[in-house]
């Protein structure tokens, strides 16, 4: 089956420590991203790939860093600079706009992060 | 620069139509897609339009698209407990990196 699979589901960290959250696409899609969820913020963007070895910032860059040395593969690390990392963390990825047609974000389940 | 707007409660009354409004700046977005999301889990696409259309059926759910008003709807007939969620707006403007803008999203309540 294919799909785009964050892991772990639920993450603890405590203060001052670097948490690295996973996300694994077999969707052979060029695009790759990072949101963050609060209640009553929606999503913002965090950080997006549209290719391999190549990623830039979203809206909420500050604290976090992300690699992209796989195509299937997007990991973000939240550092210790990022003053309130608890929140809920989506992954998506979407084929690139280059070809035709409809290009949807699928998404993986999510990851909740708590600063402990 | 581009936005994405939407009302953030709804209450329904089971078996009333649901409907949720969204409005858009980017006039070069070409889809625009309606994305459930159900407590604890991530985003799933529900429908999508294409800019050139006005209207998309499928099952329960209309989509309507004002293109020259930049507003998008999406009706929920038939309302259902199953249909409690949050419901994100999201536009695909035409060449901005791969970006897709998504609303803040809309919390349905159904009312028993």
């Known amino acids: 089956d294919g799909g785009i699979t964050q892991s772990p589901k639920y993450l603890f960290r405590k203060e001052g420590q670097n948490v690295t959250l996973s996300c694994e696409q077999n969707?052979?899609?060029?695009?790759m991203y990072w949101y963050r969820q609060d209640p009553g913020q929606g999503l913002r963007l965090i950080y997006y790939s549209q290719i391999v070895n190549d990623f830039q910032k979203g809206d909420i860059a500050e604290g976090y860093s992300v690699s992209r040395e796989k195509k299937e593969s997007f990991p973000l690390t939240v550092t210790s600079a990022q003053k309130n990392p608890t929140a809920f963390y989506l992954c998506?990825?979407?084929?690139?706009?280059?070809?035709?047609?409809?290009?949807?974000?699928?998404f993986g389940q999510g990851t909740r992060l708590t600063v402990v | 620069g581009e936005d994405v707007e939407q009302s953030l409660f709804l209450s329904v009354r089971e078996g009333d139509s649901s409907v949720i409004n969204c409005t858009y700046t980017?006039?070069?977005?070409?889809?625009l897609y309606w994305y459930k999301q159900e407590p604890g889990a991530g985003l799933q696409l529900l429908t999508y339009?294409?800019?050139?259309?006005d209207m998309k059926q499928d099952q329960r759910l209309t989509v309507l698209l004002n293109k020259k008003d930049k507003h998008l709807s999406l009706r929920i007939a038939d309302t259902q407990t199953g249909d409690s969620a949050i419901y994100f707006c999201a536009a695909a403007p035409w060449n901005r990196d791969d970006k897709i803008i998504f609303g803040k999203g809309t919390r349905l309540h159904i009312l028993p």
């Open positions: 339009i294409f800019s050139n259309m």
């Open positions: 969707l052979n899609h060029d695009a």
């Open positions: 980017d006039s070069s977005s070409t889809y």
């Open positions: 998506a990825s979407r084929t690139g706009t280059g070809g035709a047609g409809n290009t949807e974000a699928f």
